[in-house]
């Protein structure tokens, strides 16, 4: 594997389900992100994690929560989502804090909450 | 105001063509500017990447800067089908969080 990779790819669920998202990285980078890419509107960052640590959370519910185990994988919790909660997920990672912030974008999950 | 405006088309041009790609912003802290390309079904891939002001070329794509105005720009020389897809601004003042403009959806038809 190359890259960034996340899984799955699509996911359907209902609005009491529990579901994780995947997301690992391969390029030995030090920093991930979480955005949320709905239809007509802007990437939105949701977290940025740098040696697994949290360093933003632009202001998301609670019923996502990220979990950095280590620098390489990170993953997205969700729980009791709302049917506007459906949207393509992407990770992302990025060299460090200090870097020229150039990310890299994993392929997404495209997630519907019914 | 949003941030970063960028107009999401569609912009349908015919193969050959020069395509002009723009994108304007409010703040003036930005200092790092990139743009992305995705493809259908695909996560963003990272097409250009400029510090501050000027010009930067790569084979038949020239992104330009103008801090001045706020404005930068993406073109692509001899666009080919195979450039079909979303172009999408970011920027940042150097901080890790990237502003993203709506995106572009682009149609080049042979």
């Known amino acids: 594997e190359t890259g960034v990779t996340q899984t799955p790819r699509h996911l359907v669920m209902g609005m009491t389900n529990k579901k994780s998202l995947k997301c690992e990285q391969h390029l030995g980078h030090n920093a991930m992100y979480w955005y949320k890419q709905s239809a007509k509107k802007p990437l939105e960052l949701m977290f940025v994690y740098n040696f697994k640590e949290q360093t933003e959370n632009n202001s998301v519910p609670s019923r996502f929560s990220p979990e950095c185990p280590n620098s390489s994988h990170l993953f997205l919790h969700l729980h009791t989502l709302q049917p506007e909660d459906s949207a393509l997920y992407l990770c992302?990672?990025?060299?460090?804090?200090?870097?020229?912030?150039?990310?890299?974008f994993g392929p997404g999950t495209r997630l519907t909450v019914l | 105001q949003k941030e970063v405006e960028q107009d999401p088309g569609p912009l349908s041009v015919p193969e050959g063509a020069i395509v002009s790609l723009n994108c304007t912003y409010s703040n003036s802290a930005f200092q790092y500017f990139m743009w992305y390309r995705q493809y259908s079904r695909k996560g963003p891939e990272l097409l250009m990447y400029?510090?501050?002001?000027g010009n930067k070329e790569d084979g038949r794509f020239t992104a330009q800067v103008d801090k001045s105005s706020k404005y930068i720009s993406l073109f692509i020389r001899d666009s080919q089908p195979s450039d079909s897809a979303t172009y999408l601004c970011a920027m940042s003042g150097g901080a890790q969080k990237l502003v993203f403009g709506q995106g572009t959806r682009l149609t080049i038809n042979p």
């Open positions: 992302a990672s990025s060299q460090g804090p200090t870097s020229n912030n150039e990310q890299f």
């Open positions: 400029t510090y501050s002001s």
